[in-house]
């Protein structure tokens, strides 16, 4: 937590031209300043906080326009989204080539740490990602001049022994600080006589104490947070239908009911008439495993830009492409040919992405086109893996992905994003 607040002040001090410079430097010398520029600043920070509605719900806090609030002070979750989420695609043509291909390996590399899971090959990607990057900050920042030390801080530093970490101690999602601050802030908030705060404070620890002793003695005191809505269908593996949804069957004409039909003949090796249209009843939202709720263009393009955190950008695990993503148009339930009833959803899929950005951005920047309803994709419910951020990048249509960093660890912990629809 702390290692992305120092990342954050210091990159930003870098790039701003803000950083103290030594009298034996010389600003005019600092070719990587973008952001220096006032103009190309407002700019930025307009487009920071013009991300917002393309954030999910289940992204917390959005980052707000550093520009107007950076001063004010920028929590934690905010550096996190805007440093390694939104940075690589809104840096790319305001940090110097050369400059951004760094902060990229630096993103890519502290993606892959962040992870609950992670196999012998990431651990061996990262560490190889942020060494070099330690070693190219070298270079290309500090250049070895006495001048300049005070750029090498513990924050640049730790970053060579990130991946030694995960080897010795496991992911650092198991450690991180961020439920130690959450503690404390839970503890904080129970402090009922401030004339005495440390003794208060020492009784209600005493206190949890005991109420979670007595939780693990008779696991029946915890009530059951984890039930859901009577209006919902459960469809195993922490999977869940939630509402809205169609009172009634629907005739789904057009694209739609043509992609419905093709996916059923393929399934069920029923042919249909040429003239024939599904008939079904929609739902608007499915909860996934990890807590967060994938919503749909159905209901959520009936609400202004300004009023919606879009939710209905998803990633699924196609099996030929593999990682994917998508906008959900709306999910539904279809029986196969042995009467089994399967949950689907009706999908947009984004082109592949664009190669020579994914490669030069160490796989961190991952630039699609949206296909529209030209090339609409029927795909089993189950396969989607979490609700994304598709940030628009440029002025051709094309959109980059933001995923949602720290979501495995509040997954760990329970944690399921708010429904307040159901």
Not at 315 to 335: I, T
Request: glycine letters at 6%.
């Amino acid at each position: 937590m702390h290692l992305i607040l120092n990342l954050f002040e210091l990159l930003m001090g870098l790039w701003r031209g803000t950083l103290d410079c030594d009298p034996l430097d010389d600003r005019s010398l600092w070719d990587w300043t973008g952001l220096k520029d006032d103009v190309i600043w407002q700019k930025h920070g307009a487009r920071v906080a013009a991300a917002t509605p393309y954030l999910p719900n289940s992204f917390d806090r959005p980052p707000r326009n550093p520009a107007e609030a950076m001063s004010s002070g920028y929590k934690a979750q905010e550096c996190l989204t805007y440093l390694f989420g939104l940075g690589p695609g809104l840096l790319r043509d305001i940090l110097p080539d050369v400059y951004w291909r760094h902060y990229c390996k630096i993103v890519r590399g502290y993606r892959l740490i962040y992870q609950r899971k992670i196999t012998k090959e990431e651990v061996v990607t990262a560490h190889k990602l942020l060494c070099e990057a330690v070693e190219d900050y070298e270079s290309l920042y500090y250049r070895r001049l006495p001048s300049r030390l005070h750029f090498v801080r513990q924050s640049i530093h730790i970053l060579l022994h990130e991946a030694l970490e995960i080897i010795r101690l496991g992911p650092g999602t198991y450690y991180t600080q961020w439920t130690m601050e959450r503690t404390i802030g839970n503890l904080g908030e129970e402090i009922k006589q401030h004339s005495d705060p440390y003794e208060n404070l020492s009784q209600r620890v005493t206190r949890r104490a005991q109420v979670n002793a007595l939780k693990s003695l008779i696991p029946d005191l915890e009530p059951d947070n984890d039930c859901l809505p009577c209006s919902s269908e459960d469809l195993g593996d922490s999977y869940a239908l939630l509402r809205a949804r169609d009172k009634y069957n629907q005739t789904i004409c057009g694209l739609a009911g043509d992609a419905i039909k093709d996916y059923l003949e393929d399934t069920t090796g029923i042919t249909y008439a040429e003239n024939f249209s599904p008939s079904l009843q929609r739902w608007a939202r499915l909860l996934l495993p990890n807590g967060q709720i994938a919503r749909s263009a159905w209901k959520e393009k009936q609400k202004a830009l300004n009023k919606v955190r879009m939710s209905r950008n998803i990633r699924f695990e196609d099996p030929v492409d593999g990682e994917s993503y998508g906008e959900v148009q709306f999910y539904f339930q279809a029986k196969t040919d042995d009467d089994e009833i399967i949950s689907l959803a009706l999908i947009s899929p984004y082109s592949p992405p664009d190669q020579d950005l994914l490669e030069s951005s160490f796989n961190s920047l991952w630039v699609s086109s949206s296909t529209g309803d030209g090339e609409l994709q029927i795909i089993e419910a189950n396969t989607i893996s979490s609700v994304v951020g598709m940030i628009p990048f440029d002025d051709h249509g094309r959109f980059f992905v933001v995923p949602k960093m720290g979501l495995e660890a509040g997954s760990m912990c329970g944690v399921r994003e708010r429904d307040t629809e159901s």
